[in-house]
């Protein structure tokens, strides 16, 4: 299979994925570009993927690192959406159990924004995106151990916030 081919089998395969992603992780819901992007750097950096490698972990670095560049230039560091829950299909039997719900998501997400950007990525990545420990470590650039550590941390945290307010 050639390069061509290779991308875009990843594309079909993992567009979804990286689109996810970079949602809960830019805080945005218009991400196309972004996951062009990272595609297009995924053509560009073919030579450099490892055969053993995992595309959808490499993707997804990949992606991390786009939605970093997006931010510096814009100077906007807000990582998780607040309407993301919006867009699941609910069966919630009422329209009190909703806003209910929706309030919690709500707090949820002010309270991981507020954490610190290593707490964000791992939460994002285990914890929504429910990504393996060996598959946030590569992402991250980390070892296993300290993804985590890093998770347990960041769970704690995010305990000790609710306790504060």
């Keep these: 299979m050639d390069k061509k081919e290779r991308i875009e089998e990843w594309f079909l395969r993992y567009a979804k994925d990286i689109k996810n992603f970079l949602i809960y992780y830019t805080n945005q819901s218009d991400v196309e570009d972004l996951v062009q992007e990272c595609f297009l750097r995924a053509w560009k950096g073919f030579d450099r993927f490892a055969e ?55 707090e949820l997400y002010k ?35 300290k993804v985590s550590v890093t998770l347990h941390r960041a769970l704690a945290k995010l305990r000790w916030q609710k306790k504060g307010e």
Excluded at 73 to 102: C, F, G, H, M, R
Excluded at 120 to 137: K, N, P, Q
């Design 52 to 106: 053993k490698s995992d595309p959808k972990t490499w993707l997804i670095a990949i992606a991390r690192n786009v939605a970093i560049d997006m931010a510096r230039k814009k100077a906007l560091w807000s990582y998780l959406p607040d309407t993301i829950w919006a867009t699941i299909k609910s069966n919630e039997p009422t329209v009190e159990t909703s806003l209910i719900l929706q309030e919690e998501m709500q």
């Design 111 to 145: 309270a991981i924004q507020r954490l610190k950007r290593s707490y964000r990525d791992v939460i994002i990545l285990r914890g929504i995106m429910e990504l393996s420990v060996a598959e946030t470590a590569r992402i991250l650039g980390w070892s296993e151990t």
